[in-house]
């Protein structure tokens, strides 16, 4: 499996500019999240879905940020108009819940992609 | 809510042993990991502890976990130049949502 992909890795744009983040998840997974990284903030968890609908998206800063998982092998991250203060690196995650070892209980295992570095100029 | 700690860097000499600690809140939970972020690259699983065992070795890797402290720790002998990286805790309770917790990560940097 080729893992996670993510593009772009790089995206350079200016402020005002619509941003589109890609991700297909690996094959299977059921759940899919996007987090993004900083240095001030760390690694926060923008959105959730299970199998392909949005259960969390609490951790979505504002209206401008938006994401779809239209089917199980594709989700976005739109930012519009984007800003400055989101320059970061987006990273998009996907794992499949699985009965665990220790009998019954839930074991999740996030596969990260590589990431998308955005600056926003 | 829940809260994972950890301090942000360590820095070790090659050939010495490194200690990651963390703290975490969340008395109900169940896995505790350990994510290996390389530069450049996306966090990747390094190691896990389910939450009734005290300690799980794996060649140079040893998780200890005290539940009633609610620390963990990740220990890695002989570390070497390739073990610079960022560290990251993470908990996550069977009860809540399928959604681990992570904390800020700890920049291990590992020097001649």
């Known amino acids: 499996d080729a893992g996670v992909i993510q593009s772009p890795r790089h995206e350079v744009t200016e402020m005002g500019q619509e941003v589109t983040l890609r991700c297909k998840p690996i094959?299977?997974?059921?759940?899919l999240f996007w987090y993004r990284q900083t240095m001030m903030r760390g690694l926060e968890l923008l959105i959730y879905f299970n199998n392909n609908v949005p259960i969390d998206d609490s951790g979505m800063p504002e209206d401008r940020f938006s994401a779809k998982m239209p089917n199980a092998s594709f989700s976005t991250l739109k930012i519009q108009p984007s800003e400055p203060r989101d320059s970061a690196v987006y990273f998009c995650a996907s794992s499949s819940v699985e009965v665990g070892l220790a009998g019954g209980h839930p074991y999740n295992e996030q596969f990260f992609g590589p990431g998308t570095r955005l600056t926003v100029l | 809510g829940e809260d994972v700690e950890q301090s942000l860097f360590l820095s070790v000499r090659e050939g010495d042993s490194s200690v990651i600690n963390c703290t975490y809140t969340?008395?109900?939970?169940?896995?505790l990991y350990w994510y290996k972020q390389e530069p450049g690259a996306g966090l990747q699983l390094l190691t896990y502890?389910?939450?009734?065992?005290d300690m799980k070795q794996d060649q140079r890797l040893t998780v200890l976990l005290n539940k009633k402290d609610k620390h963990l720790s990740l220990r890695i002998a002989d570390t070497q130049t390739g073990d610079s990286a960022i560290y990251f805790c993470a908990e996550f309770s069977s009860g809540g949502s399928y959604i681990p917790t992570f904390g800020r990560g700890t920049s291990l940097i590992v020097h001649p």
């Open positions: 502890i389910f939450s009734n065992m």
């Open positions: 969340d008395s109900s939970s169940t896995y």
């Open positions: 094959s299977g997974h059921n759940s």
